[in-house]
Protein backbone atom coordinates (compact mmCIF):
# COMPACT_ATOMS: atom_id res chain seq x y z
CA UNK A 1 0.00 0.00 0.00
CA UNK A 2 1.86 3.23 -1.40
CA UNK A 3 1.94 6.22 0.87
CA UNK A 4 0.56 9.67 0.24
CA UNK A 5 2.59 10.49 -3.03
CA UNK A 6 3.44 14.12 -3.86
CA UNK A 7 4.82 15.43 -7.38
CA UNK A 8 7.40 17.12 -8.16
CA UNK A 9 9.79 16.75 -4.95
CA UNK A 10 11.20 19.94 -6.24
CA UNK A 11 9.84 22.66 -8.23
CA UNK A 12 11.51 26.28 -9.23
CA UNK A 13 9.61 29.25 -10.98
CA UNK A 14 10.31 32.27 -11.75
CA UNK A 15 8.10 35.14 -10.54
CA UNK A 16 5.04 35.54 -12.20
CA UNK A 17 4.76 31.60 -13.22
CA UNK A 18 2.33 28.68 -12.09
CA UNK A 19 3.53 26.37 -9.90
CA UNK A 20 0.44 23.14 -9.43
CA UNK A 21 1.71 20.90 -7.15
CA UNK A 22 0.34 16.81 -7.06
CA UNK A 23 -0.82 14.76 -4.55
CA UNK A 24 -2.34 11.07 -4.83
CA UNK A 25 -3.57 10.22 -1.42
CA UNK A 26 -3.14 6.89 0.49
CA UNK A 27 -5.10 3.74 -1.34
CA UNK A 28 -8.78 3.92 0.59
CA UNK A 29 -8.32 7.62 2.11
CA UNK A 30 -10.97 10.03 0.59
CA UNK A 31 -9.65 13.00 2.96
CA UNK A 32 -7.03 15.66 1.68
CA UNK A 33 -5.06 17.96 3.66
CA UNK A 34 -2.34 20.58 2.39
CA UNK A 35 -0.14 22.29 5.12
CA UNK A 36 2.74 24.73 4.06
CA UNK A 37 6.04 24.93 6.11
CA UNK A 38 7.93 28.40 5.39
CA UNK A 39 11.43 28.71 6.00
CA UNK A 40 12.20 28.38 9.76
CA UNK A 41 8.83 28.33 10.63
CA UNK A 42 6.08 25.08 11.68
CA UNK A 43 3.81 23.50 9.34
CA UNK A 44 0.69 25.51 8.86
CA UNK A 45 -2.41 24.23 7.70
CA UNK A 46 -3.80 25.53 4.53
CA UNK A 47 -7.09 23.77 3.26
CA UNK A 48 -8.82 20.31 3.73
CA UNK A 49 -10.83 18.70 0.48
CA UNK A 50 -13.04 15.63 -0.04
CA UNK A 51 -13.42 14.33 -3.45
CA UNK A 52 -15.24 17.13 -5.60
CA UNK A 53 -15.43 19.13 -2.20
CA UNK A 54 -13.54 21.91 -0.64
CA UNK A 55 -14.36 21.43 2.92
CA UNK A 56 -12.77 24.28 4.83
CA UNK A 57 -10.07 27.19 3.31
CA UNK A 58 -9.41 28.85 6.12
CA UNK A 59 -5.64 28.50 5.87
CA UNK A 60 -5.35 29.52 2.61
CA UNK A 61 -4.14 32.62 1.21
CA UNK A 62 -7.21 34.96 -0.64
CA UNK A 63 -5.98 34.64 -3.70
CA UNK A 64 -3.54 33.77 -6.28
CA UNK A 65 -3.85 30.07 -3.95
CA UNK A 66 -6.53 27.22 -5.45
CA UNK A 67 -6.99 23.39 -4.57
CA UNK A 68 -9.44 20.75 -6.16
CA UNK A 69 -9.75 17.12 -5.49
CA UNK A 70 -11.57 15.86 -8.36
CA UNK A 71 -13.39 12.60 -8.93
CA UNK A 72 -10.87 11.29 -10.76
CA UNK A 73 -6.99 11.94 -10.28
CA UNK A 74 -4.85 13.37 -7.74
CA UNK A 75 -5.73 16.46 -5.42
CA UNK A 76 -3.78 19.73 -7.14
CA UNK A 77 -2.72 22.83 -5.35
CA UNK A 78 -2.26 25.74 -7.76
CA UNK A 79 -0.25 28.62 -7.10
CA UNK A 80 -0.97 31.50 -9.74
CA UNK A 81 1.68 34.45 -10.69
CA UNK A 82 4.39 33.05 -7.81
CA UNK A 83 6.01 35.51 -5.93
CA UNK A 84 9.40 34.96 -3.49
CA UNK A 85 7.49 34.61 -0.70
CA UNK A 86 5.42 31.60 -1.55
CA UNK A 87 8.63 29.85 -1.52
CA UNK A 88 8.56 26.65 0.78
CA UNK A 89 7.72 23.27 1.27
CA UNK A 90 3.82 22.12 0.73
CA UNK A 91 2.91 18.98 2.64
CA UNK A 92 0.02 17.20 1.66
CA UNK A 93 -1.46 14.63 4.20
CA UNK A 94 -4.28 12.28 3.93
CA UNK A 95 -6.50 10.48 6.44
CA UNK A 96 -9.26 7.43 6.50
CA UNK A 97 -11.80 9.32 8.09
CA UNK A 98 -12.43 13.23 8.65
CA UNK A 99 -12.44 12.74 12.38
CA UNK A 100 -10.37 11.80 15.34
CA UNK A 101 -7.71 9.83 12.92
CA UNK A 102 -4.41 9.82 11.98
CA UNK A 103 -2.85 11.58 9.36
CA UNK A 104 -0.60 10.36 7.12
CA UNK A 105 2.07 12.85 5.22
CA UNK A 106 3.95 13.11 2.06
CA UNK A 107 7.34 13.82 1.52
CA UNK A 108 6.06 17.35 0.23
CA UNK A 109 7.20 19.16 -3.07
CA UNK A 110 9.85 22.15 -2.20
CA UNK A 111 9.17 25.62 -4.11
CA UNK A 112 11.16 27.87 -4.75
CA UNK A 113 10.71 30.91 -6.47
CA UNK A 114 13.56 33.13 -8.31
CA UNK B 1 -7.14 28.93 18.87
CA UNK B 2 -4.66 25.92 19.79
CA UNK B 3 -1.11 26.79 20.52
CA UNK B 4 1.42 24.00 20.96
CA UNK B 5 5.04 24.65 22.00
CA UNK B 6 7.93 22.20 22.20
CA UNK B 7 10.48 22.29 24.39
CA UNK B 8 13.29 21.85 23.84
CA UNK B 9 14.13 23.16 20.50
CA UNK B 10 17.62 21.36 20.15
CA UNK B 11 19.12 18.41 21.86
CA UNK B 12 22.26 16.89 21.48
CA UNK B 13 23.10 13.46 23.30
CA UNK B 14 25.45 10.91 22.98
CA UNK B 15 24.66 7.62 21.75
CA UNK B 16 22.63 5.57 24.12
CA UNK B 17 21.39 7.89 26.01
CA UNK B 18 17.60 8.19 26.89
CA UNK B 19 15.87 11.27 25.24
CA UNK B 20 12.53 13.11 26.79
CA UNK B 21 10.84 15.17 24.07
CA UNK B 22 8.27 17.83 25.57
CA UNK B 23 4.98 18.97 24.10
CA UNK B 24 2.24 21.28 25.36
CA UNK B 25 -0.86 22.86 24.28
CA UNK B 26 -3.16 25.59 25.22
CA UNK B 27 -6.80 23.81 24.36
CA UNK B 28 -7.07 20.88 25.97
CA UNK B 29 -10.22 19.83 24.32
CA UNK B 30 -8.63 17.28 22.16
CA UNK B 31 -9.25 14.18 20.70
CA UNK B 32 -5.72 12.86 19.98
CA UNK B 33 -2.17 14.08 19.82
CA UNK B 34 0.01 12.87 17.14
CA UNK B 35 3.98 12.73 17.05
CA UNK B 36 6.04 12.98 13.73
CA UNK B 37 9.43 12.56 12.97
CA UNK B 38 10.89 14.50 10.01
CA UNK B 39 13.93 13.89 8.61
CA UNK B 40 16.04 17.13 6.67
CA UNK B 41 14.57 17.68 3.49
CA UNK B 42 11.65 15.06 4.00
CA UNK B 43 8.30 14.31 4.49
CA UNK B 44 6.76 13.86 7.90
CA UNK B 45 6.86 10.01 9.33
CA UNK B 46 3.73 9.28 12.00
CA UNK B 47 5.47 7.41 15.10
CA UNK B 48 2.16 7.74 17.47
CA UNK B 49 -1.07 8.61 17.83
CA UNK B 50 -2.13 9.11 20.94
CA UNK B 51 -6.42 9.08 21.68
CA UNK B 52 -7.64 11.48 24.36
CA UNK B 53 -9.12 8.85 26.33
CA UNK B 54 -5.73 6.84 26.68
CA UNK B 55 -2.26 7.90 29.34
CA UNK B 56 0.34 6.68 26.96
CA UNK B 57 1.26 4.70 23.54
CA UNK B 58 4.16 2.60 23.16
CA UNK B 59 6.27 1.46 19.69
CA UNK B 60 9.44 -0.13 20.10
CA UNK B 61 11.73 2.24 21.93
CA UNK B 62 8.90 4.67 21.80
CA UNK B 63 6.87 5.76 24.45
CA UNK B 64 4.54 8.66 24.53
CA UNK B 65 2.27 10.12 27.32
CA UNK B 66 -0.60 12.30 27.33
CA UNK B 67 -1.70 14.04 30.37
CA UNK B 68 -4.81 16.36 28.75
CA UNK B 69 -5.73 18.00 31.72
CA UNK B 70 -2.52 19.97 32.28
CA UNK B 71 -1.96 19.64 28.36
CA UNK B 72 1.39 18.35 28.01
CA UNK B 73 2.69 15.15 26.36
CA UNK B 74 6.20 14.09 26.56
CA UNK B 75 7.96 11.02 23.88
CA UNK B 76 10.30 9.40 25.49
CA UNK B 77 12.78 7.59 23.13
CA UNK B 78 14.73 4.86 25.07
CA UNK B 79 18.61 4.20 23.98
CA UNK B 80 19.06 6.69 21.48
CA UNK B 81 21.11 6.07 17.81
CA UNK B 82 22.48 7.95 15.50
CA UNK B 83 19.51 6.78 13.41
CA UNK B 84 17.63 8.76 15.97
CA UNK B 85 18.66 12.33 14.94
CA UNK B 86 15.92 14.44 13.10
CA UNK B 87 13.10 17.08 14.30
CA UNK B 88 10.45 15.67 15.94
CA UNK B 89 7.16 17.33 15.46
CA UNK B 90 4.04 17.06 18.02
CA UNK B 91 0.59 18.27 16.63
CA UNK B 92 -2.96 18.23 18.33
CA UNK B 93 -6.39 18.74 15.73
CA UNK B 94 -7.77 22.36 16.58
CA UNK B 95 -10.66 20.52 15.54
CA UNK B 96 -11.77 17.27 14.17
CA UNK B 97 -9.21 17.62 11.44
CA UNK B 98 -7.40 20.77 11.66
CA UNK B 99 -3.53 19.79 12.85
CA UNK B 100 -1.96 22.66 15.30
CA UNK B 101 1.97 21.90 14.94
CA UNK B 102 4.58 22.79 17.03
CA UNK B 103 8.14 24.22 15.72
CA UNK B 104 9.82 20.76 16.66
CA UNK B 105 12.62 19.45 18.72
CA UNK B 106 15.71 18.96 16.60
CA UNK B 107 17.41 16.03 17.98
CA UNK B 108 20.86 14.92 17.28
CA UNK B 109 22.45 11.77 19.02
CA UNK B 110 26.60 11.83 18.52
CA UNK B 111 27.81 8.47 18.10
Known amino acids: NAGVMQNPRHLVRRRGQEARLRCSPMKGHSHVYWYRQLPEEGLKFMVYLQKENIIDESGMPKERFSAEFPKEGPSILRIQQVVRGDSAAYFCASSLTDSNTEAFFGQGTRLTVV | KQEVTQIPAALSVPEGENLVLNCSFT??????LQWFRQDPGKGLTSLLLIQSSQREQTSGRLNASLDKSSGRSTLYIAASQPGDSATYLCAVPSNDYKLSFGAGTTVTVRA
Open chain 2, 27 to 32: DSAIYN
